[in-house]
């Protein structure tokens, strides 16, 4: 797969009173694109990692630039690609466009933590084999 794709609707909620996204709700947005990737293709969703797993993966670092206004209405298609995974880090290249245009380009720096620990620990085998996949499919898709 490599590169996942997620549609979101920009709804009156993710706006200021002139009709144009309030910037903070494009991390709403990034958030459910991010989630909606570890369920559909790293098939790990949030409900098992924050319920059964006690672990999970919040945001240590995000870069954002914000290219183009997005308005009620529009619908914005996410694409999100994973760059690099370390020990307990993983980075993700996530962007927002609608009708062609680029409105959101941002990086996404996650570590992966369990309940109680404190600080970032290593990804479990599994997860870690699965998202070397995608990375690797990236690669591949790149040369």
Known sequence: MAAFTYQ????????????????PRYFEM????VEEWFDQVIGCGFPTMHGPM???VPTAALSVAFTAPSKLGDV???TLIPSRIGRSSLELEITAQSGGEQRLKTTVTLVFTKHGAGKS???????R?????EINQVVENNA
């Open 121 to 127: 620990v290593a990804w479990p085998d599994d997860l």
């Open 76 to 78: 914005l298609e996410f």
């Open 8 to 23: 979101q609707k920009v709804l009156f909620q993710h706006c200021d009173p002139a009709g144009i996204v309030f910037y």
């Open 129 to 133: 084999a699965k998202i070397e996949k």
């Open 54 to 56: 006690k672990v999970a």
């Open 30 to 33: 990034v958030n459910a694109t």
